[in-house]
């Protein structure tokens, strides 16, 4: 595995490592499928409470 420069990247990559679709892993993080596809094309980031969900699924994920 290569290392991630953006965050955008770190999303994608982890989520494809898993086999999960956008939809399936918006509905594991609770948010609408169209944010996560934003976040993977670098259109928007996450922020707040939203980034540290993303750190808590992100750390439940390598820890499997």
Do not use: V
């Not at 999303?11 to 944010?35: C, F, H, N, V």
């Not at 939203?50 to 699924?57: Q, S, V």
Request: with cysteine; proline share 3%; hydrophobic share 30%.
């Amino acid at each position: 595995r290569h290392a991630s420069n953006t965050i955008c990247e770190q999303i994608r990559e982890y989520r494809e490592e898993k086999g999960l679709s956008q939809r399936k892993m918006a509905r594991l993080l609770g948010i609408d499928p169209k944010t996560l596809c934003q976040w993977e094309r670098d259109e928007s980031q996450p922020e707040g409470k939203l980034k540290e969900r993303l750190e808590i699924f992100f750390s439940l994920l390598l820890s499997q």
